[in-house]
Nanobody
Framework: VQLQASGGGLVQAGGSLRLSCAAS????????MGWFRQAPGKEREFVAA????????YYKDAVKGRFTVSRDNAKNMVYLQMNSLKFEDTAVYYC???????????????WGQGTQVTVSN
C-alpha cells in the first residue's frame, strides 16, 4: 500500500486544517489507519487511529475534542480534521496503515511521506 498525505500548511492558533491521506496499491478497506506526528527535536507520537470499518476511533488525550479522524473506503481516503489548533500541534503529520488501530507505531506496516503543519501564535 502506498500512502500520500496532504493538506498541511501554516495556520494561526485557533484555526483549522484538514489533512488527507490517499491510499493506492492495496485493499485499503481492510486496513486500520493511523495518524502520527513528529515535532522538531521530538520522537514521533500517536495522534489518532480508526478501524477498517471506521466504527472505532482512538485519540491522543491532547487532541480529543479537537481532532476527528474519518475515512472513505470508496475513495481510498482517510482524513484528519483538526480544529482549535494550538502551537504545540506544530509537527510533520504522517498517515499509516496496518492491521490494528493502536498507538503502537511498529504495528503499522505502511507509512506516508508526511505533511507539515505549522501553527503560529
Amino acid at each position: 500500500v502506498q500512502l500520500q498525505a496532504s493538506g498541511g500548511g501554516l495556520v494561526q492558533a485557533g484555526g483549522s486544517l484538514r489533512l488527507s491521506c490517499a491510499a493506492s496499491g492495496g485493499t485499503f478497506s481492510s486496513y486500520d489507519m493511523g495518524w502520527f506526528r513528529q515535532a522538531p527535536g521530538k520522537e514521533r507520537e500517536f495522534v489518532a487511529a480508526l478501524r477498517w470499518s471506521g466504527g472505532n476511533t482512538y485519540y491522543k488525550d491532547a487532541v480529543k475534542g479537537r481532532f476527528t479522524v474519518s475515512r472513505d473506503n470508496a475513495k481510498n481516503m482517510v482524513y484528519l480534521q483538526m480544529n482549535s489548533l494550538k502551537f504545540e500541534d506544530t509537527a510533520v503529520y504522517y498517515c499509516a496503515a496496518g492491521t490494528r488501530a493502536t498507538p503502537i507505531q511498529y504495528v503499522f506496516d505502511y507509512w506516508g511521506q508526511g505533511t507539515q503543519v505549522t501553527v503560529s501564535n
